[in-house]
């Protein structure tokens, strides 16, 4: 395989205040070197196949330490992602034209320790896209946050919020495969038709509509698990809509991602006469547990039990404009940078 000679990479310009603007926040540069990359030993230049775009990222962009490091001004973006290896160092146990993934960053190549990369195997039937999808950081956050966390027992009522996105909409389908009540709240209509028809949900709500609140308290009623994408004024709604021993995931809160000052929840001491449980967590504190989650997503896929949709912009330069669509609802599933031809 014959490489180019310069590489395109995305540096972290300016650290965001309130809502991402993209030229600010990032600055494109082209023309780097791809000679400067040279593998040393026991390490891999990997061509980066796609990068995965997550709201966390956000939190990244902080001066704050969170659950990582913050990005560094000047450092190129951080990002996880899937690509293959194209050239090895002297005593790498890597092998080029194997597909590995890591920590690349926003960048056309990216020069890897071996042990920051793990090999990808794609199952038959299945496709690369799937390891960011359902055998991915999102299929997990969504299996362990439903099973581990909500524990939904048979015929309780679960109710989703973010339904669309690509955490939402993996565990909307695991609540509706288990035989619960799946209520599903996202921001349009187009949205709700998905959630509804091709999902299976019970009902899904447009949590932009006047009547919205008045719409969920009319069909659901009271509920079960909540579990909960995007915290603000629906995690405080549900607060006062808790069955006995009720369970709310907090698996984030992307409403409050970009503001500067959120105003924190009111509502919790409704949790002590529920006797209700609200729960975060991190998804890779399951990383031992993956192997038998992804075993299990893939016979589901396999029998069409389960379905991933992916919303994938193209070219490493994509990123950043691509990026605030997580804030906007312009994507629905998993949002994915394709970077390159393969
Ligand atoms: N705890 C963990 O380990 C873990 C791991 C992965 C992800 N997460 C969290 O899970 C959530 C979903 O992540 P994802 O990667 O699956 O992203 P995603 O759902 O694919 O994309 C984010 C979605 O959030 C919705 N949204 C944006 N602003 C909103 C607002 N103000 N109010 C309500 N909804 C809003 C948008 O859809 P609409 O059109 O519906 O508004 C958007 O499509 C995020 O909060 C993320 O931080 C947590």
Redesign the pocket.
Known sequence: MSLPTTYTRIIFAERPVGDIVPHKAFRIEPEHKLADLEPGEKQVLVAVDYLSL???MRSWLREKKTYREPIQIGATMDAGGLGTVVKTGKDSKWKVGQTVKGSFGWTEYAQMNDEAVALVEVPQGGELLDFLGPFG??GM?AYF?LFDIGKPKPGDTLVV????????SFVCQLGVLKGLKVYA????DE?VQWLEKELGVTKAFN?KNKDFYDQLKEHMGTFDVYFD??G?E?LEFMLTRMNLYARIVI?????D?NNPNPAGIKGHLNLISSRGLMQ?????DYASKFGPAIAEMQQWLSEGKLKSKFHVVHGVKSAPEALP???????????VVKVSNI
């Open positions: 997550d709201p966390a950081p999102t956050t946050g919020s973010g339904a669309a996105g690509a955490t939402g709240i996202a921001g349009s949205k949590y994408n995007v603000g629906i698996c984030g809160g992307i409403s991602y975060g967590f991190l998804v890779f669509l997580l804030f906007s609802g312009g994507n629905t599933g998993k949002l």
